[in-house]
């Protein structure tokens, strides 16, 4: 079955089409609130200082920090560019992932340039969309990608740069199986393990499960903790008290 997936994944990587990013389908996405920051301006713009804290390719540049919020997240964006050139405005609490020579994963932020009729103030919606695999030639939604990638719920966090870590979401009639999922980018490797563990994801909180955490050479999925060399489980921590 491993082997199936991964032959997959590898012919989706290799398929790369540039593509606008869709809002998320109704009944997942969070409700959204106005937005007062400017919407986006023309696709070449006048650089302010970057933020040195992400490291990113040689000609890549992050500027621009603003605030974006809905009533159940928040965080903020920047403006990513290469050569000066527009790429997206992306979140940085997920950041901007270098997984290949000149291969970036993110997420956007979206922000409508139509104004909100019913606002006071001069007002834009603004939400986080889907991550996605970013080249200078491709643009592929995570989601089309990875086996089990949920664009709302599988919190990835990245590992090592080249390596994701994330929720494997089974859908079910009722319920979604749930998976310790890892890929590295560069080498093709894909790992899973079901957790034993189900969940009917009735929520519109984006971070209902936590983003992975490393710790040496443990992996924690919530209270699931796996070993990162074999991928197996080692122990269940007990609830947070």
């Known amino acids: 079955m491993r082997a199936v997936l991964i032959a997959v994944l590898i012919l989706a990587l290799l398929v790369g089409c540039a593509e606008p990013e869709p809002q998320l389908k109704p009944g997942t996405a969070p409700h959204r609130v106005p937005d007062t920051a400017s919407a986006p301006g023309p696709k070449r713009v006048q650089d302010t200082a970057p933020l040195a804290q992400v490291a990113l390719p040689s000609g890549y540049t992050l500027t621009d920090t603003t605030d974006w919020a809905t009533n159940t997240d928040y965080g903020k964006r920047a ?3 290469r050569g000066g050139v527009v790429i997206d405005t992306v979140d940085l609490t997920f950041g901007v992932a270098a997984v290949g020579e000149d291969s970036l994963v993110f997420l956007p932020v979206h922000t409508d340039t139509v104004p909100l009729s019913t606002a006071s103030v001069l007002s834009y919606d603004s939400f986080p969309t889907e991550h996605v695999l970013w080249t200078p030639v491709s643009r592929r939604k995570l989601r089309d ?13 990245i590992a090592r740069q080249s390596v994701i870590l994330y929720w ?3 859908p079910g009639d009722k319920t979604n199986r749930l998976y310790a999922m890892r ?4 080498t093709a490797r894909l790992d899973s393990l079901f957790l034993n563990r ?10 209902h499960l936590g983003p992975p955490q490393i710790h040496g050479n443990e992996i924690s999925f919530d209270r699931a903790v796996l070993d990162g060399t074999t991928w197996l489980k080692i122990r269940e921590n007990p609830p947070a008290n």
């Open 79 to 81: 403006i990513l560019r």
């Open 145 to 157: 990608l990875l086996p089990f990638f949920n664009a709302f719920f599988s919190s990835p966090s």
């Open 168 to 170: 494997g979401l089974g």
């Open 183 to 186: 890929y590295d980018f560069r």
């Open 198 to 207: 189900e969940d009917r994801l009735a929520t519109d909180y984006r971070y």
